[in-house]
C-alpha cells in the first residue's frame, strides 16, 4: 500500500461520501433550508457590493490593470494569474484595492483601525510610538501590527467577553507564540525580518507558532527498511494533517512484503509491526532511519528528530542568499539540489539566522525538525487545503519546550561569538517569562484538541 497523500485524501473522501449517505434522508429539509438561506445571502452580499465593480479587467505581460465604473485606474506590476482571480472574484472596491497594492503599500497601509484596536488589546503596549507586546521590549513590525489588528478586527469589539473570545483564536494565538519565539531569537535582525519573509512566501505557521518549510536530503541507507521509515512517516503525518484522527488508533502490519495500516480495534491480517505512534516516536533510534545533506555528507538527519548546528557556525548577513547554515525554503525555491529525497521540515522561530533580503524563498537556520518524507507527487503538499498543518508539529514542540531556557541561553551565549551588534536586550527573567507563557498556551491549546 502507498501511503500517499492522494491516497489518505480519497479514503477520507469515501467516508465522508458514507457519511453523507447515511444522513441524507435526516437532512434534506434542512439542505433546502440552506440553499434557500445560501442564495438570499448571495443575493444580498451582490448587492451591497454594488457590482459591476469595474469596467475593465487586463492582464498584459505580468502588469493587471483595473478601470472601475467611476473611470478611475489602478495597476500593478509584477501581477500573478492569482491576483487576476481574486480581482475577478472581489466584491467590494477596497477588496480589489487590497489586492492591487504591493508589499511596500501594504507596510505603510496600517489603518488607524489597526493600529487603535492593537493598541487597545490587553496583550500590547505602546511606548515611543512603538508597539510591543507587554513586558518585552522588541516593537513588533509594521506588517505584523497590520495582521494582528486585522484578525482583532474580526471581532464584535462591542460585546461583553470578546477579548477573551479573541484571545481563544486559533490565529491570533498561533501569532502570538510566533512572535514570542522571535523575542527569544538572539538576533533581532532576523526576528525583524521573518514575519515579513513568511508572508511573502505564503509559508504557514502551525498553532504552536512554528512555520513549515521544504527541503532535500540524501538518502544513506535504501532497502526494505527504509521503505518502513517512509511508510511510518507518510501515514503519522497524513492520519493526523488529512484524516485529522490520532495516530495513536492506528497500527502498521505486514503482509506478503508490503505494508497496510489498520485501526488497532480491528483484526490483524498480517504480522503487526506496532502502533503508529510510538513508531514515529520511535524512528529516530532506527539503524535505517538515516539522511544526510548533498553538500558536505556529514548533516545527520532523521525522521522525528531535529537538526541543528551551533548558531555561531552559521551566517547571519541578510544581504547573502547562500552561505552557511542548515537551508529550508517554500515552493518557489528549486530545492532538488539539496538531495534525492524530498522532505517537509518544521522551524521554530527562535532559531531562524537570516532571511535573505533578495532571496527567491530560501532562509537559514540553526535548527529545524524533519517531519516527514515526501512523494514527488506529494512536492507541494502545503498548497493542498486537505492537508492541516494545526497539529503536526506537537512532537518538536515538545521537543523544544522541555529545555527551552537552556537551548536560548545558549543561543545567545552563541551569538556573542559573532560580535553583532544585533543582539536585543532581554534579561533571564524575560526569558523565563516567555518560557512560562509559552508553556502554559500550550496547555490550554492541549485541552481544546479534538479526541479522536
Request: charged letters at 30%; a negative charge; proline letters at 3%.
Amino acid at each position: 500500500m502507498k501511503f500517499s497523500f492522494n491516497w489518505f485524501r480519497t479514503k477520507k473522501r469515501e467516508e465522508e461520501l458514507l457519511d453523507k449517505e447515511e444522513e441524507l434522508l435526516d437532512l434534506r429539509i434542512r439542505k433546502e433550508e440552506l440553499i434557500v438561506d445560501s442564495l438570499e445571502r448571495e443575493e444580498q452580499s451582490r448587492r451591497d457590493a454594488k457590482l459591476p465593480l469595474y469596467t475593465i479587467l487586463k492582464f498584459v505581460n505580468d502588469v493587471l490593470t483595473v478601470v472601475f465604473t467611476d473611470g478611475s485606474m489602478i495597476t500593478k506590476s509584477s501581477a500573478t494569474i492569482d491576483d487576476f482571480v481574486a480581482v475577478k472574484e472581489a466584491l467590494s472596491t477596497k477588496e480589489i484595492l487590497d489586492i492591487m497594492k504591493g508589499e511596500e503599500d501594504v507596510l505603510d497601509d496600517i489603518t488607524k483601525t489597526d493600529i487603535d484596536v492593537v493598541c487597545h488589546f490587553p496583550d500590547f503596549e505602546v511606548a515611543e510610538e512603538c508597539i510591543y507586546m507587554n513586558g518585552i521590549k522588541r516593537s513588533l513590525p509594521p506588517l505584523l501590527v497590520k495582521r494582528f489588528g486585522e484578525i482583532l478586527g474580526k471581532f464584535d469589539r462591542t460585546k461583553a467577553g470578546w477579548e477573551t473570545e479573541a484571545m481563544n483564536d486559533l490565529e491570533y494565538s498561533s501569532l502570538k507564540k510566533f512572535w514570542l519565539k522571535c523575542c527569544l531569537n538572539p538576533n533581532s535582525q532576523s526576528a525583524e525580518d521573518l514575519y515579513t519573509f513568511l508572508s511573502h512566501h505564503n509559508m504557514k505557521i502551525d498553532r504552536h507558532g512554528n512555520f513549515f518549510a521544504y527541503r532535500s536530503v540524501c538518502k544513506v541507507n535504501v532497502g526494505k527498511e527504509t521503505k518502513l521509515v517512509k511508510v511510518i512517516s507518510s501515514a503519522y503525518n497524513n492520519v493526523k494533517a488529512v484524516w485529522k484522527k490520532k495516530a495513536v488508533n492506528y497500527r502498521i502490519e505486514e503482509l506478503n512484503g508490503e505494508y497496510s495500516m489498520h485501526k488497532v480495534t480491528a483484526e490483524p491480517i498480517g504480522t503487526i509491526i506496532g502502533n503508529l505512534e510510538t513508531l514515529f516516536l520511535d524512528l529516530p533510534n532506527m539503524t535505517e532511519n538515516r539522511y544526510t545533506d548533498a553538500h558536505t555528507h556529514t548533516m545527520d538527519y532523521r525522521v522525528g528528530e531535529i537538526a541543528f548546528i551551533p548558531r555561531d557556525e552559521c551566517d547571519d548577513n541578510n544581504q547573502v542568499s547562500c552561505s552557511r547554515g542548515l537551508h529550508c525554503a517554500n515552493r518557489e525555491y528549486n530545492y532538488n539540489g539539496f538531495g534525492d529525497t524530498p522532505i517537509l521540515v518544521i522551524v521554530n522561530p527562535m532559531d531562524v539566522v537570516a532571511s535573505p533580503l533578495n532571496e527567491v524563498g530560501k532562509l537559514r537556520t540553526s535548527r529545524f525538525f524533519f517531519a516527514m518524507i515526501l512523494d514527488k507527487e506529494d512536492g507541494y503538499i502545503l498548497d493542498e487545503k486537505e492537508f492541516d498543518v494545526t497539529d503536526l508539529g506537537d512532537v518538536f514542540e515538545e521537543k523544544c519546550l522541555a529545555n527551552i531556557e537552556d537551548h536560548v541561553h545558549k543561543s545567545f551565549a552563541e551569538e556573542v561569538k559573532r560580535h553583532t551588534l544585533s543582539i536585543p536586550e532581554i534579561s533571564d527573567k524575560d526569558i523565563e517569562s516567555i518560557s512560562d507563557s509559552l508553556r502554559k498556551m500550550n496547555e490550554i491549546i492541549k485541552d481544546r484538541v479534538v479526541k479522536q
